[in-house]
């Protein structure tokens, strides 16, 4: 009745303004030309390959504003995103996740302990604005993610290199809380020293050297993040920089010189950032051997995917992210494989435990609450099967094992998670204490929710409660240790097993918020961290990974999340290089990759 | 008059403090801070955050100016204690927008937004008065039928499934319009009529004028109904003045004081921004700004809107008050 209702209500409402819109559509349309609006696809249906571009053409793809354009700052996934289209460092990683030489000329010398780093630079850098870039950029860039005055959020990666926690713990004084009275005061005269003992050091204008205080394996792999990118030292706010005062990257494009594929030619808040092709950019800095074809590539702000898709099937994009809420009915219409591409990310959920809130302290109960959960069902109702589910922590993908590999011990199975709970001392769940469901307050978290906790009622006849608030609130109640069930999870930093477990698993590790204390676990952690043998180092890992994801020690995976997204048939680049490096858009690792095809 | 207007001007000033003071209190009363994310921030991350943004200080202290608090009051205050004792109120910068200075941010989506909202509000006021006119002058009619249908209608939809649907048919179906951004010209270029994209401006300003009109045509309706009602209307009629006469002078002057009173809070309902509206067509508004801000605890932004929304807000309300006095020669203020 009420839809009745309102279709009448709407075409009333849209008679009276048909002669409006009618009117704005001979209007003129002037960002006809600045949307690089394409011709309806004129490629046949599948995937064009890397070859087929044009040189030039316009790109306007989907994305969210970036939060900041400091490289040395940000943590958020469009920013990397966009970082990674405009400046790059001294290795990237190519299709395998492996590091290759980008602005670096080989790989790196490093010392008999593994402790020292030696890297050349290509003959010949130049910034986006004809400068050249020397090995000093390099190291203010390590510095500049050090420096406490900046508070980079991913200095944590940069931990091993000796003296950047010194300088970068320096705010707060010897008792490391801020806000208290020992708290240093961020001049000069105190930072200097602390800068100074930074081991990152310019040799000469093509050399580097860094200085790790323990073996770091996966050392490669950090200098090809964006918290290693370079600073354009030769710029006036730059140059005048001090411990103190490291200068502000701002928001300015003008003000910026880039060294990644392109360089941003405006940014206008809420609305898009539009980029080109850097001039001085080469296909020997690219892990995939590409140089940017495009005349033009805008991002378009726009936070309602919903509207995204319209504005896809209205021509004003070509490539955007998909709501899950309209996943089955965007593959239908854009044809799996067509326009239509999914990428597995490398990211886990599950429902996390408060290990040291009783009684999911005992085994039996950790295994009778995964048990209780049909995965397949779960990501059916909540994500329309837009997941992959699973029981192991760590993607295969990254080191660890495939999803169904521990299926028999954590999976789902009714029987086997009654027999649990009746181990643990609650029979057909007699005596089981109320557990709460600590959720965000989107409706995929609020759904999920309440998915787990009809699947404990029903298998296990226990109760459980459904805790919703917004996600700061959320955030700062998981960092506080304050819920029992929490559905969570992880996207990884860079694609290796050790950012899955260390500092999440292991006793002390500053992030394991489910209490999580193993032996075992920590064992193999201490000895993974340091060991150079690469292959030793991977099954460590790997045999950490099965006894988190089998004794539920903190969490149990429910599924490793997808990307998926609409490209129209003549981009070429999106679908062709979706790894698990993806940020924000299929590709956009090697966003020089991207062109049009006609 | 004068007297008055200075007054109220002067009562703005304990107004702002008490809603800043509120604000202040409420926003550091929520749970869960600007650094509180899915992914969890290191706590040196965070102590380095909080010392970049002058949060490592208490909120309140009875060492004032060591106060978060204080900090905010001082900084806004136009005044110092040195030579020149002025200074430009600094609203501080944005925590999760690239430390911009959240003056800048309101400057530039308060344009926007102003846009939006002033084109809106004409099209509402122009929609609403003369179905409300039309309404009255063909009481229990065909056409007032259709004319209260309409104001019930567009009074009981959401913008958001209005515009949802204006985008289906008009945008996605005709090809009329376009879905995403906002059309109007920068404000150096505010009067060049060819800057205007009207395939970008269409649809925002009916999705958020439907709402008004409604609400304006039932107000101007009942108004107007009251007047025509009046015995110096059937004296204006018997003395042998024309209809036209009768409804533009007598009639629709008298019945625009409680319009007047519903509008003025309208145009800066409008004009502050409409979340739902700019959040659904990717406009670059001040509305969608802050709901964002709010959602993500940026303190400097969140209390930057509300100083700026406070003052706005009572600078309207003044301007109403004095066009009472304009349309009402009863009014008087001393």
């Known amino acids: 009745m009420s839809l009745v209702k309102h279709w009448r209500l709407v075409l009333l409402s849209l008679f009276a303004i048909v002669a409006l819109a009618a009117f704005a559509a001979c209007g003129d349309d002037d960002d006809e030309g600045d949307d690089g609006e394409t011709a309806a696809p004129t490629s046949p249906a599948g995937s064009p390959s890397g070859d087929e571009r044009i040189d030039g053409g316009e790109l306007t793809i989907q994305g969210n504003e970036f939060q900041s354009l400091d490289p040395h700052f940000s943590s958020f996934a469009q920013d990397i995103s966009l970082h990674r289209m405009l400046w790059r460092g001294l290795y990237s990683l190519d299709m395998d996740n492996k590091p290759v030489p980008a602005m670096a000329a080989s790989d790196p010398e490093v010392s008999a302990d593994g402790m020292t780093y030696t890297i050349t630079l290509r003959d010949g850098l130049k910034w986006s604005d004809g400068d050249s870039l020397l090995a000093e950029d390099f190291v203010a860039g390590l510095l500049r993610t050090c420096n406490p005055v900046n508070a980079g959020e991913y200095q944590y990666v940069l931990t091993e290199v000796v003296g950047c926690d010194a300088f970068y713990n320096a705010a707060a004084g010897p008792d490391g809380e801020a806000g208290t009275a020992d708290d240093v005061t961020l001049d000069d005269a105190s930072l200097q020293p602390l800068q100074d003992a930074v081991a990152v050091t310019a040799i000469d204008d093509t050399t580097i050297e860094i200085k790790l205080s323990v073996p770091k394996p996966t050392f490669p792999i950090i200098l090809s993040l964006w918290m290693t990118f370079p600073v354009p030292v030769h710029l006036p706010r730059f140059a005048a920089a001090t411990p103190a005062a490291p200068g502000d990257w701002g928001t300015d494009p003008a003000a910026l010189a880039y060294n990644g594929p392109y360089v941003m030619d405006s940014y206008t808040p809420q609305l898009e950032g539009v980029l080109s092709p850097n001039p001085n950019w080469s296909e020997e800095y690219s892990s995939v051997g590409k140089a940017p074809t495009l005349d033009k590539l805008t991002v378009r702000y726009i936070d309602d995917l919903s509207q995204a898709a319209n504005a896809y099937r209205n021509d004003e994009l070509q490539a955007t992210d998909v709501d899950l809420t309209q996943l089955e009915t965007l593959r239908n219409e854009f044809g799996d494989g067509q326009e239509y591409f999914k990428q597995l990310a490398p990211s886990t959920r599950g429902v996390e435990m408060n290990l040291e809130h009783p009684p999911l302290d005992n085994l039996d109960v950790r295994l009778a609450l995964s048990r209780a959960v049909d995965r397949q069902a779960l990501n059916q109702v909540v994500t329309q099967g837009g997941n992959e589910p699973t029981t192991t922590w760590l993607p295969e993908v990254t080191g660890g094992v495939a999803p169904d590999e521990y299926d028999d011990i954590t999976g789902f199975d009714a029987t086997a998670a009654k027999k649990h709970l009746a181990d643990a001392g609650y029979p057909d769940g007699a005596g089981f204490p109320t557990l709460d469901i600590l959720v965000g307050d989107s409706p995929a978290a609020k759904a999920t929710a309440q998915f787990l906790q009809e699947s404990y009622r029903t298998v296990l006849n226990i109760e459980t409660t459904i805790t919703t608030v917004d996600s700061p609130t959320r955030s700062s109640r998981f960092r506080e240790e304050q819920f029992d069930l929490f559905p969570g999870g992880w996207i990884q930093d860079y694609p290796d097993p050790e950012n899955w477990i260390v500092g999440l698993y292991d006793t002390p590790g500053t992030l394991n918020h489910y209490n999580c204390s193993d032996p075992d676990i920590d064992d193999l952690v201490n000895k993974a961290k340091v060991n150079t043998n690469d292959t030793e180092r991977r099954q460590q890992y790997k045999d950490a990974n099965e006894i988190i994801s089998t004794t539920i020690c903190g969490i149990a995976p429910y599924w490793h999340e997808n990307n998926h997204w609409l490209r129209k048939s003549n981009v070429v680049g999106i679908s062709e290089y979706m790894t698990g490096q993806d940020g924000a858009m299929g590709g956009d690792w090697a966003a020089e990759a991207w062109g049009l095809s006609s | ?334």
């Open chain 2, 1 to 334: 008059m004068t007297a008055y207007v200075i007054r109220r001007l002067l009562w703005m000033i304990p107004l702002l403090w008490a809603v800043i003071t509120i604000t202040f209190i409420l926003m550091h009363s929520v749970e869960g801070g600007p650094f509180d994310r899915e992914r969890e921030l290191p706590a040196p991350v965070v102590n380095a955050l909080n010392k970049k943004y002058g949060l490592d200080k208490p909120v309140f202290s009875v060492d004032v100016w060591n106060s978060q608090y204080g900090q905010y009051v001082g900084d806004i205050t136009p005044l110092k204690f040195d030579f020149p004792p002025f200074k430009s109120p600094d609203l501080g910068v944005s925590f999760r927008n690239s430390d911009q200075s959240v003056a800048d941010l309101i400057r530039q989506g308060f344009w926007v937004s102003f846009q939006l909202g002033v084109l809106a509000f004409f099209f509402a006021v122009v929609v609403g008065m003369t179905l409300g006119s039309i309404s009255a002058l063909n009481h229990n009619g065909p056409i007032d039928y259709a004319g209260v249908f309409f104001s019930t209608a567009g009074a009981s939809m959401p913008n958001f499934i209005l515009a949802a649907f204006l985008i289906i048919i008009f945008s996605v179906e005709l090809g009329w319009t376009d879905v995403l951004g906002w059309g109007g010209p920068a404000f150096h270029d505010a009067w060049n009529p060819a800057a205007w994209n009207l395939r970008k401006v269409v649809l925002p300003v009916v999705a958020l004028g439907v709402l008004p009109a409604a609400y304006f045509a039932r107000i101007t309706r009942a108004s107007m109904l009251e007047v025509l009602g009046q015995d110096y209307i059937r004296t204006a009629r018997s003395k042998g003045l024309s209809e036209w006469v009768v409804i533009m002078r007598h009639t629709v002057k008298n019945a625009m004081v409680p319009i007047l009173t519903v509008m003025g809070p309208y145009l800066a309902y409008l004009i502050t921004g409409s979340f739902l509206i700019e959040h659904t067509f990717s406009i670059p508004g001040v509305g969608r700004r802050f709901v964002e801000s709010v959602v993500v605890r940026d303190y400097g932004m969140i209390m930057g809107t509300i100083v700026f929304y406070t003052v706005f807000i009572a600078f309207i309300n003044l301007i109403v008050d004095v066009l009472y006095a304009v349309v009402d020669p009863r009014i008087r203020y001393g």
